[in-house]
């Protein structure tokens, strides 16, 4: 009897032995893949995935086995730009190739930080800031509704605009948040309503601190029915900016009439008295 060859039928290759093979042909005149030169290859700087993770798993796979499936990439000049695959790329330059299976594109801008937002936003372990940045990415580099955020990647407009409230938050309250190591989309949501930066920081030592879910959504809900009215001003030539906080929640135009008068009254009378 011959001895059995191949792989242990408890392990499984995520493509067939000759799947990178069959990419390095032409098809229909076109290159469908090659193998380049990490070189030339360079990440993505709209990258919505800042934390790549652990890669020392994935580095000791690509040493014993390759790569088994190719990166996609955009030729830029003579060089070729990531659009999925940055931790394949990362691992294969630790690992010590210099070469590295790739599929080429030729994308435009938003095609490319599309699919890299997309590709990422599948994954369970991106990071609420990450999301919400390449979200904000879409919505003010290549001006996409929050309609069409939401089409482009399969969730709901309401969805989308609640998670682009976290990019509201002060670099401040973000490094807090970090440094408590807060992941939960729904706690960091909660934080993202409170008001007043002193709040937020309160908040999270809270958290860190054991505060669940139910306090968080309370203090919320409590800062939402209590929530003053603001009126703020911006002149066409953005010379300054003016607002006005109200004690109410609700305030009729006349009544804002009224107080900008009173503002204008009182800075007269101060003029008077100091000549």
Request: overall charge positive.
């Amino acid at each position: 009897m011959s001895a059995r060859r191949g792989l242990p039928t408890t392990k499984k290759m995520r493509h067939s032995a000759h799947y990178v093979d069959n990419l390095i042909t032409e098809r229909d005149g076109g290159v469908v893949g090659r193998n380049l030169p990490l070189s030339q290859i360079f990440p993505n700087p709209d990258q919505p995935r800042k934390d790549m993770g652990d890669l020392e798993s994935l580095t000791l796979s690509i040493k014993e086995q390759g790569v088994l499936e190719p990166i996609l990439v955009n030729k830029e000049d003579n060089r070729y730009r990531i659009i999925s695959g940055e931790r394949r790329f990362r691992a294969s330059t630790a690992a010590g190739l210099e070469m590295i299976p790739c599929v080429i594109k030729n994308l435009d801008e938003n095609q490319i930080l599309e699919i890299a937002l997309v590709e990422n936003l599948q994954r369970k372990d991106l990071h609420p800031f990450e999301e919400a940045d390449g979200l904000h990415v879409l919505l003010k580099k290549f001006n996409y509704t929050h309609e069409h955020i939401a089409k482009k990647i399969g969730k709901s407009r309401s969805s989308v605009t609640e998670m682009l409230t976290l990019t509201n938050l002060t670099e401040e309250v973000r490094e807090a948040a970090l440094a408590a190591e807060i992941t939960a989309k729904t706690m960091l949501l909660g934080v993202a309503r409170l008001e007043t930066l002193e709040e937020q920081l309160a908040m999270i030592q809270r958290i860190a601190q054991g505060a669940g879910r139910e306090e968080v959504r309370r203090a919320a809900k409590k800062q939402d029915k209590a929530k003053p009215f603001v009126f703020k001003y911006r002149p066409r030539n953005k010379a300054f900016n003016f607002s006005m906080r109200f004690k109410k929640t609700e305030v009729e135009a006349d009544e804002l009439i009224e107080a900008l008068e009173q503002v204008l009254a009182d800075l007269k009378t101060q003029q008077r008295e100091a000549e």
